[in-house]
């Protein structure tokens, strides 16, 4: 039973006037108290009739509610892959919904907007507009469902609309690694986590870690447990890793990719001498910002003829134990400049350290003249002679050195007519397996002036002269005023790796979903810290082609999500233009080793993210008519009773306003 | 045979390194703007000069000095020295446009008066010159900069008379690209043919003459290092930062 009330409140208002008018002239005549009570009684049935209330008496009944069915109609819901059968996913559930006898009235496609009867065209939606199609349905729709992979965003929902997820069939292997977590973007020198769990059959499973194809790490985890391993990257660039599980003769591999990067270049630059060289690569490497710096030069040698208190000097002692020796590993390039290294009794010892820190992925640049080359040559460490890109044989002098580029990396990016320099150069033999820079003409023959080495996993360039600053202040000229900066930056880039990286590139992975997450890179090969690139993109092979939507992630990293695919071999092409014009195209070739599946597990995951609702359905578990099925309890109006229209009710009104001068004309008073 | 290969190799090395290494010499020239011109440093001063500096702090001056003027090529020489006792004749548009590129490209240029007076009239040319080659004016230096802890601790008197507390200096590119010294740090190395000091040092006398020494060493290396001194006290910093950044787990 349920009360309304239709009243018209300027009829309403009227006669709550004229029943207190009437009120308060009845309270105030002196008459007999049961007549004041029959014309209260009007007064009040007046008052229910001014409210015009109905009486509706209801009966419970259960009937199918009027549902609408909406089929996201994304390109990727209306891509066959193979992977659902010959039919999409969209058709699926189309089929599902036919079968289940429902009318095409109902069936509705959320596309770029809401479609009605029959799918979208050739039109293409990346992503299906949800909220924009159930704001377009026609009203009178009791109940919503949904029929979507999860992979459209799904907002706006006010609990009206039920999921239905469509996603490929997927079979779990009984030895896996799930749960795949690592950084899309790693900081050398920074350790970071990767997190897993593993399943099989045995109750313990030995996992290992390998970095490009090198076992890093091993432990066994017990069978459905979370495992992690603590990765130290070695060096920047991709890194392919694999985490393998092992059970018995079964083993299953995950590769994943992490590229590194450096946050800042770290530089300790150690000069022998007070020198117009260093005044100015100072200057130099201060400006970037980019880039940790410490610095020392040696400003006077135990021999220099002074004699005064320490205290009426300003000298920083040299810590050549910590440098030397213990703090050296966490920086990237060591520069030794006319560095005497007989001056502080740098021994063998102290040196053997500096070629480990090569051999392991540093790297070391040698800008020297006399004294430097003086003190290699006596060098007594075998090690940091080997490292050496050329052998010091002895020192002229001459007012004009012609130089010329060599075909290397580091030369490319330079003019061809290296401006010459005037001064000291040491003559010098290549060492073995070293390769020149740029080269300089004396006596008839030529001689290294730049060369570099790779020793172990690090590089080392030597320069052998101190005159390189002319070309920042004098031998450059108006017509190469940048030479020196650029020979600088290139030189730096060779020994910080960042010439061997490209401003943008990608890596294929699965956390969960499969994705291409884009790196782009700044100018000083630093991660993007902000949203200035566009990128456009698309997969092709096995006869389809499917955009990539990039999205920018965080610090460097685009992401876009790749669409249900089976496994084999496709090509990714991805344009990255930059706000300041310059774009970069690359493309590369990916092996999906399975097939990239949206499994209806995962869309739950995805309406969870997007919707809050984590509740949905699988059409996989589906029988046909689940829904017509499903009655819902309604009440039905059976009876109303309206006051204003009843016989009997005005009746009662009649005979209360007429009781009193019934009653007069009675007693005769009237 | 590898070894003996390599022994062979080091043999060759030390065998054919015939030439001890020779001194890093710095590309240092006085300026003496036009010839004939009340600029220029005496010979003798300049060798005691050189001698002082590679003594004390292994700055090597080229044995003969180098005088040059405006009309030839500044960039070779990163550091010029002026000290005028009157003031030269004005230079040309195309000498300011040249000193302007000398300083852009690096230059840096020490300018001492030596003429014994309060305002003279080299001092208010130097003034002049720096105003227009700069477009700011000379300004005295704080007590905290670089070049009164480069290598010395300058905290006294200096020079012949003791006029200003501090040099002056002009801003350029994030630097002090000129500095000027009223207090005359030139003259106090003059000597007569017997080897006597020509000028007293006035009030300081000998204590003033070596601080003067001093603070023409803190200009020459301030030339040569920059700012290296301020910044050598953020090193800890720098380096506790970078300890502990490699120290902790990235978070992702």
Known sequence: ?670 | MEIFLRRAKIAFFFLFFAQAASALELNMAVLDPYQGSPCGFDEKVYSEIALWLDGAANIRLPVKMKKISLKDELSLYPILLLSCSRPPADPDFEEIVKLRKYFSSGGNLLINDSSGEMDSAFSLWAEKLNGTVFNSEMKPLRSDEPLFKSFFIINRPFGRYFFSAVPKGTEFEGRKASLFFKNDIYSVWRKDGNGKYLYKCVPGGEAQREMSRRVLLNAVMYFLTGDYKSDAVHQPLIMDRIRKIDSQLMEY
């Open chain 1, 1 to 670: 039973m349920e009360i309304r009330f239709g009243y018209n409140p300027y009829v309403l208002a009227g006669c709550l006037f004229f029943l207190a008018v009437s009120a308060f002239f009845l309270v105030r005549k002196k008459s007999l108290p049961r007549l004041k009570a029959l014309r209260f009684s009007f007064l009040i049935l007046l008052g229910v009739l001014a409210l015009n209330p109905a009486l509706d008496f209801k009966k419970r009944e259960y009937r199918e509610p009027e549902t609408a069915y909406v089929i996201d109609s994304s390109v990727y819901m209306r891509s066959k892959t193979g992977l659902t059968g010959p039919l999409s996913k969209a058709a699926l559930a189309e089929k599902w919904l036919l079968e289940s006898g429902t009318s095409r009235k109902s069936i509705f496609y959320a596309a770029d907007r809401l479609y009605s009867g029959f799918p979208p065209g050739t039109g293409e939606a990346y992503y299906s507009d949800f909220e924009g199609a159930l704001g377009a349905l026609p009203s009178g729709y009791e109940r919503i469902v949904y029929f979507t992979d999860g992979y459209s965003p799904v907002t706006g929902t006010d609990g009206k609309v039920e999921f239905v997820l469509v996603g490929e069939p997927s079979e779990k292997e009984p030895l896996r690694i799930e749960a795949l977590k690592y950084p899309d973007l790693a900081f050398l020198h920074m350790p970071f986590n990767v997190h897993f769990e593993v399943f099989g059959n045995a109750g313990g499973i030995r996992t290992e870690l390998r970095d490009n194809g090198i076992k890093t790490g091993s432990r066994e985890f017990p069978n459905g447990s979370a495992g992690s391993f603590t990765v130290s990257p070695k060096g920047i660039g991709k890194h392919d890793y694999g985490l393998c599980a092992f059970s018995g003769a079964a083993e299953k591999c995950l590769n994943f990719s992490v590229n590194v990067f450096r946050d800042k270049l770290r530089i300790v630059y150690l000069s022998g001498v007070p020198n117009h060289g260093y005044y100015f690569l100072r200057e130099y490497l201060k400006s970037n910002p980019s880039l940790d710096m410490l610095s020392f030069i040696i400003l006077r040698e135990p021999g220099d003829s002074l004699s005064v208190r320490e205290d009426e000097l300003s000298l920083i002692p040299f810590p050549r134990e910590e440098i030397f020796l213990k703090d050296l590993f966490h920086f990237d390039v060591f520069v030794l400049e006319e560095f005497d290294f007989r001056q502080l009794a740098i021994n063998s010892f102290y040196l053997d350290n500096v070629a480990k820190f090569v051999k392991e992925g540093g790297s070391l640049l040698l800008i020297g003249g006399g004294a430097m080359a003086e003190s290699l040559a006596k060098s007594p460490s075998e090690n940091f002679r080997e490292l050496l890109p050329a052998l010091p044989l002895e020192i002229k002098k001459t007012d004009y050195a012609r130089l010329f580029p060599s075909p290397h990396p580091v030369a490319s990016g330079l003019t061809e007519n290296i401006p010459p320099l005037r001064g000291e150069f040491v003559l010098s033999r290549p060492a073995a397996d070293s390769r020149e820079i740029i080269g300089f003409e004396y006596g008839g023959s030529r001689y290294p002036l730049v060369s570099e080495k790779k020793y172990g996993k690090g590089r080392v360039v030597m320069i052998n002269s101190m005159s390189l600053w002319q070309w920042k202040t004098f031998s450059a000229g108006e017509k190469n005023r940048y030479f020196y900066y650029d020979f600088y930056k290139n030189i730096f880039s060779w020994l910080d790796f960042t010439l061997d990286l490209k401003r943008a590139d990608f890596t294929v992975s699965k956390t969960g979903r499969f994705y291409v997450n884009a790196y782009v890179l700044d100018e000083n090969y630093g991660p993007l810290t902000h949203d200035g690139a566009v990128l456009k993109g698309h997969i092709a092979g096995k006869g389809i082609k499917l955009p990539l939507a990039f999205n920018f992630r965080k610090r460097g990293v685009y992401r876009a999500y790749l669409p249900p695919l089976e496994k084999g071999v496709y090509s990714v092409s991805v344009e990255t233009s930059f706000r300041d014009g310059y774009s970069e195209k690359y493309s590369g070739k990916i092996n999906l080793d399975e097939n990239i599946l949206y499994r209806e597990g995962f869309s739950a995951e995805g309406l969870e993210k997007y919707s809050g609702r984590p509740e949905a359905l699988k059409l996989s578990e589906l029988k046909p008519g689940y829904f017509s099925a499903q009655k819902k309890e309604y009440y039905r109006v059976n009876k109303t009773f309206t006051p204003g229209a009843s016989f009997y009710f005005l009746l009662f009104l009649v005979l209360f306003f007429s009781a009193e001068l019934a009653f007069r004309r009675f007693k005769g008073e009237l």
